[in-house]
């Protein structure tokens, strides 16, 4: 059931991460023993999933689609958080439920397309971008832009790979820039701040443009081999903040070189494209258009995490996927990839259906 090369690739990857994060967290070990334990879970919810069929994916889609909108409603009263309320403590669970519409909104658009005739129409369009919104709105407004963005992403890369002409994604990207006004005047005022420090980092060099300035000096300080394991100066002085998450890529940059870097590219373009493979050989539409945006999202958050630490893009709390500390985001991402795999160890099953 499982694709032992995407799944070699992706316990090397963690491996790598694991080594980083020891580093990264100034040789502590509990961290690194809790991302393991996580990484663990997270395996073992990838083999379940990749044994399902994706037939049942398929039947209850709606379902987990409105579970993860009711989830979302729950957040808005009863979330918590510091500084933003993004997290539902159930008592015996707490966790972030826009992690569940990173697969349910995909989920929920291949199913609708599956239903239509495609390449889809304009009806089909305006119904796919109310699917994408409501969840969209709702993770902006815990404040967590980056997700958002994100989950709606993923859910844009089904419509897309659902045969969207290149007249229609111009004519929407040019719309989207039109209306990049009217967002700057929803946005909060932090996220207007990043937006400005993304432009000047220099102009706040001690306050907000500390972690970005601080960023590319790790990134620059590490040359073509790097500084040797655990010798980021940058982060052992506690000159570069969420050096284990969001910034980890720096830490690695400083340790590893452009080699390093290089070698964790190598290991990520290794995944998308068998991710796209295993897409194309799907016997069905909602197989397809799920597997291949799956896909497509993990190379967005890969680029989103490298244009963050390199400055080349605003800073939105994009985690560097397999590499980053954290629980969630490392459980609903190698999620997906049971998804993927079950996809395409199904295949033939599913023509009875």
Known sequence: MLDLPLVGALVATACFGLVVLYGASGEDSGTVIRQAVRLAMGLTAMTVIACISPHLFRVWAPAFYALGIVLLVMVAFLGEGRGAQRWLDLGFLRFQPSEILKLSLPMMLAWYMHRSSLPPGWRQLLVSLVI????????????????????ATSGLFVVFLAGLSWRLISFFCVSAMALAPVLWHFMHDYQRGRVLTFLNPESDPLGSGWNIIQSKIAVGSGGLFGKGWMNSTQAHLEFLPERSTDFVLAVLAEEFGLLGVLLLFALYLYIIGRCLWLAGQAKDSFSRLLAGALGLTFFVYVMVNAGMISGLLPVVGVPLPLIS?????????????????????????LNRY
């Open 132 to 151: 994408v919104a409501v969840p969209a709105v709702l993770i902006a407004r815990q404040p967590d832009l980056g997700t958002a963005m994100l989950v």
């Open 325 to 349: 500390y954290g629980g969630t985001s490392l459980i609903s991402l190698l999620t997906s990839f049971g998804l993927i795999m079950s996809v395409y160890s199904h295949r033939r099953l």
